[in-house]
């Protein structure tokens, strides 16, 4: 966390919060009260600044002029940060992959520096936890376990009512973990068989060419050219009663439950939500999914956890994550 600063604080009005998601693509941000109404927001792009200091020119440039809609920066409670490999301790984003900057990017203290407002950061799946148990299905829970399925495989777990940040603040990759050892290679890490390489949109995509390649099944997707194969496209078919894009999806909820129960079996939570592109699947996916986790459960753990859909809108969810952590900061 960068290190805080006074600001005014507005004296007749609500305080409010930012929140800003980096993605590899592209950055969302916005202003947000305390009930999760997003009140104004934007996005520009992250992939088009090779420097992370013209970033933070542009994030101020759109950025601040919201601020100041929203009745000034005395108004402003704070910024919360959720970036991939984000650092809560340190403010920092270390060695993230899909960024375009490369190394230790004291990222919080940047941005603390140039709105001259308090900035907390944390990796963008924890901020979604937070998120989730401040305005969304986690709402009153303190054990749950969030996991995003988008293009990876993200994830935050909450026990005793505490995130769990591990002593250098990278604790909670569960998308990393091993899950079917030697199995699929994972360009990004290097490592062979992670949750990540099944159970993400890119995951869907690698097995349904595998199983194309494997498989004579007539199916709707031999008609889709292979750079052209997605998860949308599978799911398309899926809805279509294609047998093997049903296999895909069925394929996938197996590896998925067989993870679950795992964390299950390693924190206790109430619930795991789920978040994300690939939730759009519906039964499709949940279907397996749960039969798998209950079915490689030990009993006294069996039909005790829900899994549940975040209720979060995905277009706000990011924003209204970072937003959140704002009002972990002690006056």
């Given at each position: 966390m960068a290190k805080k600063i006074a600001t005014?604080?507005?004296?007749?009005?609500?305080?409010?919060?930012?929140?800003?998601?980096i993605g590899g693509t592209g950055t969302k941000f916005g202003i947000v009260d305390r009930n999760g109404n997003v009140l104004f927001s934007s996005e520009i792009s992250t992939r088009g600044h090779e420097e992370?200091?013209?970033?933070?020119?542009e994030l101020h440039n759109n950025l601040q002029p919201l601020i100041e809609k929203a009745g000034g920066p005395g108004r402003i409670r704070g910024i919360g940060v959720g970036?991939?490999?984000?650092?809560?301790?340190?403010?920092?984003?270390?060695?993230?992959?899909n960024l375009p900057w490369r190394g230790i990017i004291p990222l919080a203290k940047l941005i603390q520096n140039k709105f001259q407002l308090n900035t907390v950061l944390t990796n963008d799946a924890n901020?979604?936890?937070?998120?989730?148990?401040?305005y969304g299905a986690a709402k009153g829970m303190k054990d749950f376990i969030m996991i995003t399925l988008g293009t990876g495989v993200g994830s935050g777990i909450v026990a005793n009512g505490q995130l769990i940040l591990g002593h250098d603040g990278f604790a909670g990759e569960l998308g990393h973990t091993i899950i079917i050892p030697d199995g699929r290679f994972h360009p990004g890490t290097g490592k062979y068989g992670s949750l990540e390489s099944y159970a993400s949109a890119?995951?869907?995509?690698?097995?349904?060419?595998?199983?194309?390649?494997?498989?004579?099944?007539p199916s709707l997707l031999r008609d889709i050219p292979k750079e052209q194969l997605n998860s949308k496209k599978v799911y398309?078919?899926?809805?279509?009663?294609?047998?093997?894009?049903?296999?895909?999806?069925?394929?996938?909820?197996?590896?998925l439950g067989k993870a679950l129960a795992n964390f299950v079996m390693f924190s206790s939570p109430e619930a795991?939500?789920?978040?994300?592109?690939?939730?759009?699947?519906?039964?499709?996916?949940?279907?397996?999914?749960?039969?798998?986790?209950?079915?490689?459960?030990?009993?006294?753990?069996?039909?005790?956890?829900?899994?549940?859909?975040s209720h979060l809108r995905e277009s706000d969810a990011a924003i209204l994550g970072a937003s959140a952590l704002v009002w972990e900061i002690k006056d």
């Amino acid at each position: 966390m960068a290190k805080k600063i006074a600001t005014p604080s507005a004296v007749s009005l609500d305080p409010l919060a930012v929140g800003i998601d980096i993605g590899g693509t592209g950055t969302k941000f916005g202003i947000v009260d305390r009930n999760g109404n997003v009140l104004f927001s934007s996005e520009i792009s992250t992939r088009g600044h090779e420097e992370v200091e013209s970033f933070i020119e542009e994030l101020h440039n759109n950025l601040q002029p919201l601020i100041e809609k929203a009745g000034g920066p005395g108004r402003i409670r704070g910024i919360g940060v959720g970036a991939p490999n984000g650092n809560y301790y340190t403010g920092t984003v270390e060695y993230a992959p899909n960024l375009p900057w490369r190394g230790i990017i004291p990222l919080a203290k940047l941005i603390q520096n140039k709105f001259q407002l308090n900035t907390v950061l944390t990796n963008d799946a924890n901020a979604a936890a937070i998120g989730e148990m401040m305005y969304g299905a986690a709402k009153g829970m303190k054990d749950f376990i969030m996991i995003t399925l988008g293009t990876g495989v993200g994830s935050g777990i909450v026990a005793n009512g505490q995130l769990i940040l591990g002593h250098d603040g990278f604790a909670g990759e569960l998308g990393h973990t091993i899950i079917i050892p030697d199995g699929r290679f994972h360009p990004g890490t290097g490592k062979y068989g992670s949750l990540e390489s099944y159970a993400s949109a890119t995951g869907v995509t690698l097995t349904a060419v595998e199983m194309l390649e494997k498989s004579n099944e007539p199916s709707l997707l031999r008609d889709i050219p292979k750079e052209q194969l997605n998860s949308k496209k599978v799911y398309e078919a899926a809805i279509q009663d294609d047998k093997l894009a049903k296999e895909i999806f069925d394929f996938t909820g197996k590896i998925l439950g067989k993870a679950l129960a795992n964390f299950v079996m390693f924190s206790s939570p109430e619930a795991i939500i789920l978040f994300g592109g690939l939730t759009k699947a519906g039964d499709l996916i949940l279907k397996p999914t749960r039969e798998h986790m209950e079915e490689n459960l030990i009993q006294i753990f069996q039909n005790k956890v829900k899994i549940l859909i975040s209720h979060l809108r995905e277009s706000d969810a990011a924003i209204l994550g970072a937003s959140a952590l704002v009002w972990e900061i002690k006056d």
